[in-house]
């Protein structure tokens, strides 16, 4: 199987704060991974893409700088929203791939609420 | 610029019943893709179309594509409760470095 494990499934924070969200491949490497933000009732946006030991590829009018993006290792992505703020409270799902161009597998996603 | 076009965007229909959600996408691409959302859950993998002609089925849904006319259909038969959620098709191509690009969704109810 091909199984992408993503934690938290839920967070609460207070508006200031940062929150850091994991995107795990677990039975495989992942060359890339992607993070998107899903609004509610609507279709999934790109936010980034990350290749292992590079930096993040950021989509235009996502704030690289807010969204920091880490891919250290071929199993592992994290996405940090820094000094969070209530308008990005979203659904945040991150997928993975074994290489580039390979097909996209998906975490369970992660709620974030901001206060 | 490659657009993916997803109709209808909501559809009601009572179980037992038979229906099509299409996809329609601008230019040509690589793959083809049908995902499945339940509410506040991630999404997951249905089925990825390569080629012109495929077809493929689990269950009561049938997915195909038809690269010629730049359409894919997902078909429901015998519509069951348990298969209300929202239904994502997204295509990719190797142009676009293979970045999905999604649909807007079509929200299914099915009542009993």
């Known amino acids: 199987g091909a199984v992408v494990s993503q934690h938290p499934s839920r967070v609460i924070c207070k508006s200031g704060t940062s929150v850091k969200i994991e995107c795990r491949s677990l039975?495989?490497?992942?060359?890339?991974m992607f993070w998107y933000r899903q609004f509610p009732k609507k279709s999934l946006m790109l936010m980034a893409t990350?290749?292992?030991?590079?930096?993040?590829?950021?989509e235009q009018g996502v704030e690289k700088d807010k969204f920091l993006i880490n891919h250290a290792s071929l199993t592992l992505s994290t996405l940090t929203v820094t000094s969070a703020h209530p308008e990005d409270s979203s659904f945040y799902i991150c997928?993975?791939?074994?290489?580039?161009?390979?097909?996209?597998?998906f975490g369970a996603g992660t709620r974030l609420s901001v206060l | 610029e490659l657009k993916v076009e997803q109709n209808p965007l909501f559809l009601s229909m009572q179980e037992g019943k038979n229906y099509t959600i299409y996809c329609n996408y601008s230019?040509?691409?690589?793959?083809l893709y049908w995902y499945r959302q339940d509410p506040g859950k991630s999404l997951e993998s249905l089925f990825v179309?390569?080629?012109n002609g495929a077809v493929k089925q689990e269950g009561r849904l049938m997915a195909s594509l038809d690269t010629k006319a730049r359409l894919s259909t997902l078909h429901i038969t015998a519509a069951v409760h348990d298969l209300s959620a929202t239904y994502f098709c997204?295509?990719?191509?190797?142009?676009?470095?293979?970045?999905?690009?999604w649909g807007a969704g079509t929200k299914l109810i099915i009542k009993p």
């Open positions: 039975d495989f490497q992942a060359t890339t």
């Open positions: 179309l390569l080629s």
């Open positions: 230019t040509t691409s690589d793959r």
């Open positions: 990350s290749n292992e030991g590079s930096k993040a590829t950021y």
């Open positions: 997928s993975a791939s074994r290489s580039s161009g390979g097909i996209q597998y």
């Open positions: 997204a295509v990719d191509m190797e142009d676009s470095n293979y970045q999905l690009i």
